[in-house]
């Protein structure tokens, strides 16, 4: 009996970027995180973009080199914006697009209304607009010596769920938060959505030694929302957070009643 030939399965492509910049220890821990489930390919701003959002650069050039940033991965450093990165990558590096986007491990929060201003997530979201399913990754501890033990076993299993799943929006987009401490805190992952919360903000004036003025953003966060569904509850309580984001901002509810009872 003649034997048939099987065909390997291909591994999938795992696109990485972040905000904190190619040498920030989160980005190494999310490279370890996913080893072994695809080839892996980072590429990232070459310094801190945080708080970026969704900005792309148009008014100058964009640079992007090789990087050994990263040991045992192709890596690439780039001049411009989280988002910059993702483009550029399809376009330059991979010539195709990656079966998945991780952006991450941020230092430091992007549940609530932080998703708004995120690098991290806006790459993520970036990704998501091009059919690519993708993840933000953030560990609520903004110390550049953060232990991203527990994050590393949680990135790995949103994941894996993710590469996995066959009936998943195509632009599917999650947004994961990890409560700061050792693996034992935790106590599992909980599905929530976005928290009503923001920043009471204020600025300080100052004065540099010139004796001019300047000023320094400072501000509270409150939080709105007390449900136990949303991801400020679930992270307060130990809960990694994950909430689908979409990039289509319109409030059908508002939408429907404008349509309804204004007349033009």
Request: glycine letters at 6%; a positive charge; hydrophobic letters at 40%.
């Amino acid at each position: 009996m003649a034997k048939t030939k099987t065909t390997k399965k291909e591994e999938p492509v795992i696109l990485i970027t972040n905000d904190d910049g190619i040498t920030a220890p989160g980005i190494k821990a999310l490279v370890e995180a996913v080893k072994g489930l695809g080839k892996i390919v980072v590429v990232a701003p070459d310094k801190p973009q945080s708080g970026m959002g969704h900005a792309i650069t148009i008014g100058e050039p964009l640079r992007m080199h090789k990087s050994n940033a990263i040991e045992g991965v192709e890596a690439w450093s780039c001049s411009g914006t989280p988002v910059d990165c993702v483009k550029l990558s399809v376009d330059k590096v991979l010539h195709r697009k990656p079966d998945i986007c991780l952006s991450g491990i941020n230092h430091g929060a992007n549940n609530s209304i932080n998703v708004i201003y995120s690098g991290t997530m806006s790459a993520a979201i970036e990704a998501a607009i091009e059919n690519i399913p993708s993840i933000g990754f953030s560990l609520l501890d903004f110390s550049i010596e953060a232990d991203f033990t527990a994050a590393k076993k949680y990135v790995r299993i949103i994941v894996e769920q993710v590469l996995k799943a066959k009936s998943l929006d195509k632009h599917i987009c999650l947004n994961v938060n990890i409560p700061k401490g050792n693996e034992e805190l935790i106590k599992g992952i909980k599905v929530c959505h976005q928290a009503y919360a923001k920043y009471e903000e204020k600025f300080d004036e100052r004065k540099d030694p010139h004796g001019r003025n300047y000023y320094w953003l400072t501000g509270e966060f409150v939080n709105f929302d007390k449900s136990k569904e949303s991801d400020v509850w679930a992270l307060k309580n130990n809960f990694v957070s994950v909430v689908p984001v979409q990039f289509d901002l319109t409030n059908y509810e508002l939408k429907k009643k404008l349509q309804k009872n204004w007349k033009f």
